[in-house]
């Protein structure tokens, strides 16, 4: 499994969300995205009622075409995902939106997430700069428990990064467009099917062989950087880079791997995932602490003589015979109002004085819930105005007719 965060988070929740549930991408038509947690709509609103610049957070968890994930696993990546990314707070202070994508020809997990927690209206970023250090963690408990493909397996190390062309490239390629290659990727191939055959034969062992071997076909090294290497052409002077695999500056050939027996590989893997659960626990406890100081829950700070009290009811023990069935009821209508260990009680006492503690937190019961009412209609009021205002802006956006 491969978690990647996209550089996005700005502009307005349509795009990302359109993006996620379009049935009309290349390749959905046989294979459609599928929502699995969250609303659309409404995280598409709470992006939209943000103010600030950044808006959203939005990424994916890939896994490797030839391994086949289970709706189980699903659930369980998901809630050990929002353990980390929402330590600290409460289901009613935070939103995502899961939805699942095969149509590339392996198993995807996108999620989005508004930039804001809900109680308070503060930003919030599950993936800040530097969310590798936790979330790696996360990534790394599952690829060992599960027995996942590992991006960080000095075995599965690619000879060279995949240049921004190449993906442009393969994004065209499933729109259907073909995108003629140039004389400056044809020399490139030559290059680096050149290095990588004499990386193969054991010639070249490190970045000053892979430089000699360059400079041998006549190649002026343009420059030299930590983790690529830039050739120049002397008969038309074209420049070329080449990044990551064997040009990177700390490359070493790759070691051939020992032959481990299987129970070997099974110790390796109970002692990994034991190290990782201890570390995935730590990272959730100090994002928690973390979270539950900047953005605390409302309803834990009421103190305690706030509690709601319910009238608690009990029958009275001792009944005189000599009343009424009605001059009970009248005296046993009205009481103190307790907290009880354990079952409803009801202590009869002064019908006067005692019936109005009972009212009183009757009355308070009914506050909290009209208070719970109106927040609810105010929420769906919000809700309905965003999405008139999406639905009038891109009328107004769309070309007017001219009338003949």
Wanted: proline fraction near 6%.
């Amino acid at each position: 499994m491969l978690m990647k965060v996209f550089p996005h988070g700005t502009g307005e929740g349509d795009k990302p969300s359109r993006y996620l549930v379009r049935p009309d991408y290349p390749g959905r038509d046989t294979a459609p995205p599928q929502v699995l947690r969250g609303d659309p709509a409404m995280t598409r609103a709470l992006v939209d009622s943000i103010e600030r610049r950044w808006k959203f957070t939005s990424g994916v968890l890939s896994w490797h075409p030839d391994e086949k994930i289970s709706e189980a696993q699903e659930k369980e990546v998901m809630d050990a995902f929002e353990q980390v990314a929402f330590a600290g707070l409460e289901a009613d202070q935070r939103n995502i939106l899961w939805v699942r994508h095969t149509h590339a020809g392996h198993h995807e997990l996108h999620f989005l997430i508004p930039r804001l927690e809900l109680s308070s209206g503060k930003d919030f970023n599950a993936c800040p700069p530097g969310w590798q250090k936790d979330f790696d963690v996360f990534r790394d408990l599952f690829n060992w428990r599960e027995g996942w493909a590992r991006p960080d397996d000095p075995a599965r190390a690619r000879d060279e990064l995949p240049k921004k062309a190449d993906l442009f490239k393969a994004r065209m390629a499933r729109w259907g467009k073909e995108i003629r290659e140039s004389d400056r990727d044809r020399a490139k191939e030559a290059i680096h099917a050149f290095l990588k055959e004499k990386v193969t034969r054991g010639i070249v062992q490190n970045r000053e062989d892979v430089l000699n071997a360059l400079k041998e076909q006549g190649l002026g090294i343009n420059r030299e950087g930590r983790d690529y290497i830039s050739v120049i052409a002397p008969d038309n002077g074209m420049k070329m880079r080449f990044k990551g695999g064997f040009y990177a500056s700390g490359w070493t050939p790759k070691a051939a791997p020992e032959d481990e027996s299987e129970e070997k590989k099974k110790e390796t893997a109970r002692r990994m995932v034991a190290r990782l659960q201890q570390d995935f626990e730590r990272v959730i406890e100090k994002r928690a602490a973390c979270n539950t100081k900047r953005y605390p829950a409302k309803w834990k700070q009421l103190p305690r003589e706030e509690a709601l009290l319910l009238p608690q009811l009990q029958e009275d023990t001792i009944h005189d015979r000599n009343r009424t069935d009605v001059d009970a009821e009248s005296e046993t209508d009205g009481g103190e109002l307790q907290r009880p260990a354990d079952g409803l009680q009801h202590t009869a006492g002064d019908p006067g004085g005692k019936a109005d503690a009972a009212s009183g937190g009757t009355a308070h019961l009914e506050t909290i819930v009209h208070r719970c009412q109106r927040s609810v209609q105010q929420l769906a009021d919000l809700v309905g105005d965003l999405e008139k205002r999406r639905i009038e802006r891109e009328r107004q956006s769309r070309p007017r007719r001219r009338m003949r």
